[in-house]
């Protein structure tokens, strides 16, 4: 059981910190930890926010626990020096296309999220995202136009293959919940999101079973505060899922509380907190690490299948919420070795 351990940027360190303390604390017999440089701080070693040995000790592994990237001192490097390449570069080069987000309210922060208690209550939902297409992985630049005005540009696509291998994973992933998945696209005015939902209604046809329904995004967002318990699995491209996660983060009460699996084909995956690299509260002490440490129960279960491993983790977390131990994301005090020993002593 070889983990790759990438802490990255930021509050990266912190919360990985944590995540691995309560790995070790299992006692997994066979468990290996290898570090590995990724983000602003290889560039500041390396030269590159991905290096080579990096790369190596990542398909070298079974999984991938990651911290975060981003540090605001490289955003005026070349974009593929900048920290995000690690992760965006882990993505596709360990073919990591099915990104799962799953969004549950915990017992104890119904009063604490964005939405009335009421609302807010009834969610359980996991977002699958696509993670190796897109508008992010199309050819971009900025050019000059002849009457010398500069222009941005981004080239979205999807083929076929793309969105149908990520359909196949929504419509799995709702058989395992309760067979609703929610296609969320802009077939109303891109090409790419026509594709992507004639697509989701061909794969459709293997899975009776499951109840598909097609939403635009711009609706999804505003259905997401409405009645979020209206969703069982959402699945989405790269764009839209990165942004419709982070809106459902505060939906359940805070970002540091999203965990994220990114699968390729098999079991090999990376997980890694939904959040970023949180410079403002960097170096304090006072990032949440339970999306991390959620990040780790979902290793155990997707890359390793320890299923009850995993289901202590997620229960000795929820039952520090329970018991009021909260950062300061939830209104509470207690900064992040506090909270991880709080998820220890429950473990
Ligand atoms: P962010 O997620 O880092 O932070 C957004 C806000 O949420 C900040 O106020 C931050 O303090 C708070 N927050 C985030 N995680 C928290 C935690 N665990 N506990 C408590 N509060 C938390 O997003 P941003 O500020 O837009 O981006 C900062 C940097 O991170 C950028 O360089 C960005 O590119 C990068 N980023 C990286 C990843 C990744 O590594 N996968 C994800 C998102 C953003
Ligand atoms: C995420 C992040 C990344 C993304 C960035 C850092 C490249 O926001 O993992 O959600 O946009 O996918
Ligand atoms: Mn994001």
Known sequence: MKVAVFAG????????????????????????????????????????????????????????????????DCDH??????????????????????????????????????LRPEVAR??????????????YFGEKGIRTLPDGRRQGWDMMSYAEDEVARIAHVGFKAAQGRKGRLCSVDKANVLETSQLWRDVMIEVAREYPDVEL?????????????KNPGQ??????????????????????????????????????????????????????????????????AMLLRHSFGLEAQAARIEAAVAQALADGIKGGDLGGSQGTAEIGDAVLARL
Request: glycine share 12%; charged share 20%.
């Open 9 to 72: 940027d930021g509050i990266g360190p912190e919360v990985t910190r944590e995540a691995v303390r309560v790995l070790e604390a299992l006692d997994l017999p066979g468990l290996v930890l290898l570090e590995g440089d990724v983000g602003g701080v290889a560039y500041k070693r390396h030269g590159h926010p991905l290096p080579p040995e990096t790369l190596e000790v990542a398909r070298a592994c079974d999984a991938i626990l990651f911290g975060a990237v981003g540090d605001f």
């Open 77 to 114: 490097l070349e974009r593929h020096l900048r920290p995000e390449q690690a992760i965006l570069g882990l993505r596709k080069e360990l073919g990591l296309f099915a990104n799962l987000r799953p969004a549950t309210v915990f017992k104890g922060l119904e009063d604490l999220t964005s």
């Open 122 to 135: 009834a969610i359980d939902l996991l977002i699958v995202r696509e993670l190796n297409g897109d508008v």
């Open 213 to 225: 329904s097609h939403m635009y995004v711009d609706n999804a967002a505003m259905q997401l505060v």
């Open 231 to 296: 969703f069982d699995v959402i699945v989405t491209g790269n764009l839209f899922g990165d942004i419709l996660s982070d809106q459902a983060s505060m939906c359940v009460g805070s970002i540091g509380l999203l965990a994220s699996a990114s699968m390729a084909v098999g079991t090999k995956g990376l997980y890694e907190p939904i959040h970023g690299s949180a410079p403002d509260i960097a170096g304090q002490g006072k990032a949440n690490p339970m999306a991390t440490i959620l990040s780790a």
